[in-house]
């Protein structure tokens, strides 16, 4: 927990003081440690933006605009990278990492060891540590940060009530970095206080909100808002009261706009008691029947966040059609940095080849701000995984501007963290990090198909195991076929799209392979574009999936990384491994038994 | 947990005083209350022997005997039955209960509420229902109580070392029942205390042991023994050490003889980390390979404990074949009364019908003791399921003559149990119970297939949930057959088996169809005796066992019980309904996609 660690930011020296109390001081004490003799305008109208001038002498920029600059420059500087020409804008306002942290100490979704807020029910945090934290963020912009989980459980819906003082002290240590805090609320937590409903058209649950929003604001005057998860797998809602959502949005909205504070609403609501033998209702269609109706319904200050598939973080998933939906809307597209389904991590996985895929479906535009789900811990390298950090650091800089390319972001990330790296060596690792979302969906479930993941914990194969269970996440093998119809013959899920992708989606030979069984129930013996079946498919991928993540081994044992990270990712790279062939032989297995159908190279089926 | 029920021995009027000290005084407490002038002959060399006088003014026996015969009196007198006439002598010196009770609080498979004798890491107990405990134990003669959990957790092993002098209070009190604690033992304790190693053959090991079971035999003179699981399910053994059972059982069983106690040594040991690839290794053959070899080399004061299926408790097993390999050893054989994987107390499970058959196959001279896994908890109810009670009963029974009939055993607990039901009610009370099993088997797993249990909590149905697991426990379905082979031609196991069992079992047409999909692999138009395919047959089954279990509520709803017994019973019932529904559309489910065959009468099939 005491450990040091820079990680992207290795040239930083030492720990900051603990009096700096604005972001541009922050950016002055930066630049002095560094050495680096750059002058700060500072233009408050520009906020976050920021210019550097061509010899670096000059940063222009907001309150926060400098100290960004100013970080920028620094990794410039470290990446030998030139610096932008011209004013620095960031593409959304709200750039947001959402912390799934309990008042336990417990992370839920956590692969990098515990909360860094709490422990045993109450704030528990090393200051130094979220200075350090604080560097990180402001290093790639992100700029808001929910520190508890949008399941809100006792106590900690107290953050907003009598830990407000301990918030306020958490607060000032991440404004001089720029960084907003957020708190995810109980939406029923009105009825702790004696009010008989949660209703949000009832005057006294809206008073009661308004009343603790002030003293919330009277403690935090700059929160970004309030994060809700209401009506979903279980937590209370509007629908309980016979409200829609945009009555319980704007209801707490309200209470929030005139401190100039956001409501964000998770739009991730579906029924989570599906019987499995209700082959109607289809769980992707949800989100979009239960939001869509609404747009234009929502105040200013409401943000929908929809998560970037119709699932739930699945390896692969089509863009979700509510966020092409929405024009009149407030919409945050919501990834998962947190590898709950691809890999804990165990396996390396780099994002930002799957968000470009996403944006190139959806367009940059059709959102206005931005989250991810954290995959921060108490670990000495944070993200557990010392090569995980790659998607944070994108993250940010992704966020700032989606225009940058996978390639890029996680070469800056290579040549930040191993600066001691010669260049063949970093070239490979760039290249490992670039394939192995690929690998990883390789060996995992199989074109789409999705939720062939273990119970429960989410890590390693488990053909069945939401087969028969309530989540509506089915894939209906039998011996002659897999997969749901979802097209307009089967759930019509696919007329959510717009033209477009409907079309692209709508018949098995237009739609990309590897969203085909998302899409169509397809026979075995179906030929996929390349002559090959597709039971042939699900074996050769399932193969050489396994097969690339051995040769991922080779590859990481040759690479010149310091002691510490390469112990951490070697000891990682066995359980990938095991993990790869596990989903191999399993899923194969899994296939094998009901097709029938033998490997064309003969490889061993179970 | 202070609620005051007696269960089968609803005539009793009060508490016990608490300065009983032998069990002939409480048989003079009990008689005395209960207003029963018998004089008792105490003749001590008679011991658990008993006999009653005709007109049971006179009841003859040792001092545990004469409390025997005192509730025997008690309870033919409360059931209007005859008394048995001659001398009853228990046709097993020790008849156990082992309770998987840990320091904590938590009751390993515990379906009836927390300990009875942990919690919060100590004793915590209420004497005034050890005692109540003491009276059901001894009222059918069960006369040793292994308390707590064989996985033995830290701080569990205290009991044999700081712990003793609490030990020794709770063997004072129930020493008045003629009941004789014993305790689980942690094979590696001696580690616990400096020793490098808990090698068998190191002498400072075996001294440890007989150095500190002097300790614990100074305490707990009456101590029964040591339970131990070793080298099972990641719990320490000889194995560790290149040892084999024999040599690890007997170092512990040299300890403890001078003190006249046994030593229980549990054989359920497999590979637990099987590889599910491995088709060679077949789990059920596992004890029998483990210990068979070894018959003749166990001390005088060891006794096997031996499951009495090969696998774990299911359902449906034959008998293991351990049971019917060692002649020259003193064996146990073992029961689990706690409805681990037969429907947790929420179902009904009523088991004697199950013991009856295994006892047919085994021979009731084959073991020498008998236990069972404990279905007792902290609820008010003792069992959770009212019902569940009758498999104590039944048990302890059972154990002192395995002569006695399931019918008998059943229809005498709801007699002493409802004694103001009608006999017409009652008579329907029987027949549910008695037919409770065979409609619990029809609705899970078909024809001795087993394990198609939900991974971890055992119930509910996961067809897969055990295929491609570490756990030994198979079924290899795929498109056109299902089971494993346990012929010579297959795994062998059958062969584990003396000539007679094994012609009964070696040829699918010559095994009983329950068993079937135990010992064969089967295609699914495989024709029973009957004519009907084997997967009409498992259509037909699970078809069948739900309407059973939904007529048995129509049947409970009928049934004139104690109010509080009825509103338990119908909860429950109303779940366990809902399981059946499960279960049935599952497994159905999952063989018709398989199987692609459709039901003969046409009903729903998912």
Redesign the interface.
Known sequence: MNEKRHLWLPFLKSDLPENLTTPAQTARAELEQAGIAAKLNLVTDMGESWSVSKDGSEITGGETGVLYGAYRLMMARAAGEALPTGVQTPRYPLRMINCWDNADGDVERGYSGRSLFFEGGKFDYDPARMRQLGRLLASVGINVLCINNVNVRDPAHRLIEDWLPELAKLADIFRAFGVRLMVSIDYAQPIRHGIPTADPLDERVAQWWIEQTKKVYAAVPDLAGYLVKADSESRPGPFTYGRNHAEGANMLARALAPHGGVLVWRCFVYNCQQD??DAKTDRPMAAYQHYAYLDGQFDKNVILQVKNGPYDFQVREPVSPTLLAMPKTTLAIEFQLAQEYTGHQIDIYAMPPMWREVYADMGADRVQAIAAVSNLGRDGNYTGHPFAAVNLFAYGLFAWNPDETPEHMIALWCRLTYPDMDAASRETLVGLLMNSRAVYEKYTAPLGLCWMVA?GVHYG?????YE?DRWGTYH?????AVGIDRTANGTGYVLQYPPELRARYETPESCPDELKLFFHRLRYDYVMADGRTLIQRIYDDHFEGYEQAKAMKATLENLPLPSRDREEALERMDRQIKNAR?WC??VN?FF?????AEDAHGRTL?
Chains 1, 2 share one sequence.
């Open positions: 499995w033998r119970r194969p488990g053909p069945d195991d028969y209906r093998a039998d011996r002659d596990e032989d399993i297995a094998h038994r009901f097709s029938g179970y």
